[in-house]
């Protein structure tokens, strides 16, 4: 259910040609990310198809947790490298030459990890040059995804930001017993191929151990 509403949010990319923003929530090891970028790989494989220039740009927040560090990951993600003693508006013009000309999908993870005021302040700013290259540039449009162990942290962002990001929200419910059981069984049958028998109590236990503790 969930790759179904990530795909239904960047299909509109290619149905009506608007950029879209959405977050993605949920337990850590609930599969967020990996599904994010299994779609992004996805809508690259599309996009090339249909001559669409796009580029995907994932970063994760947990050691950047000021928007300098975000923008320059950005940056560097983008042109391979970016020179030191540049000031963060000699990274937004270096962005907005890089992306110009190019619908952008930025993808946020551990966005949680970010201090309110600066992920305010990032987004805010972000939002605002996609305006300004959408204007020079039809195709040219920024995206947004933001991936966070939990919801809560909307709700410290200035208004002006949450309403483009809170109404969108995809939750990643914890897996339940059966299906952490069926995720062990075959991790077990690939990594323990020299065991001639595993313990299905043993699994079983240890999945519904997993899957209280998550509940």
Known sequence: REIEEIETNVMRLFEY???????????????KTATVLAVMTELESKAQKENLPLRICYVNAYNKKVEFGILASMVSSLSGS???????????????????????????????????EELTRLLYNLFELSVLIHQEN??????????SNTAKFLDKLDSRVR?????NMIYFKPYNALQIT??????????????????????????????????
């Open 163 to 167: 309403s483009r990001l809170a109404d």
């Open 82 to 116: 970016y020179k030191n003693g540049y000031t963060i508006g000699m990274l937004y013009a270096c962005l907005e030459k890089k992306i110009k000309d190019k619908h952008l999908v930025l993808v946020l993870d551990e966005a949680d990890k970010v201090k309110p």
């Open 138 to 147: 039809e195709q040219a449009n920024i995206s947004f995804v933001l991936i």
């Open 182 to 215: 069926d995720i062990l069984m075959s991790r077990a049958k690939q990594g323990l191929k020299q065991i001639r028998e595993i313990d299905e109590n043993v699994i079983r236990y240890i999945s519904a151990s997993a899957a209280q503790a998550h509940g």
């Open 17 to 31: 040609g608007e950029y879209f923003n959405f977050s993605v929530s949920g337990l850590s090891g609930t599969g």
